[in-house]
């Protein structure tokens, strides 16, 4: 399988398509830790297969657009950006980000990648 081409691309961070490959392993355990997820709806609830499986599928169905937010000099996925719940007929959605990797919190990557 071909990686994921990068389609935009930052001081510090790429942007590129999300992937089946990235529910696996870290990315999966983000929406499990309370302190990520503090002000997300995600958090409410426990993360498993199916949640993941099921978003990954409205993603390709372009009910949301997510992008995989890659730290360019360890090439680590480190979390999301995204519009949500998007209504193509009326032309909105609903903006999210998520960091997952929390020793890249509190040093500007949410700022940048929006």
């Not at 355990?29 to 709806?41: A, G, I, L, P, S």
């Not at 929390?102 to 940048?112: N, S, T």
Request: hydrophobic share 40%; charged share 25%.
């Amino acid at each position: 399988m071909m990686a994921a081409k990068t389609f935009w691309e930052g001081p510090r961070l790429t942007f590129r398509a999300l992937v089946k490959k990235d529910l696996q392993g870290r990315y999966f355990d983000w929406f499990n830790d309370q302190e990520v997820t503090r002000y997300m709806y995600n958090g409410m609830f426990p993360n498993n297969s199916k949640r993941m499986k099921d978003f990954f599928d409205e993603v390709m169905a372009q009910k949301h657009i997510v992008f995989a937010i890659i730290h360019k000099h360890s090439r680590q996925h480190i979390g999301n950006i995204g519009i949500h719940r998007i209504s193509w007929r009326d032309g909105i959605g609903e903006y999210g980000i998520i960091i997952g990797e929390k020793k890249f919190h509190g040093k500007g990557y949410g700022f940048e990648a929006t």
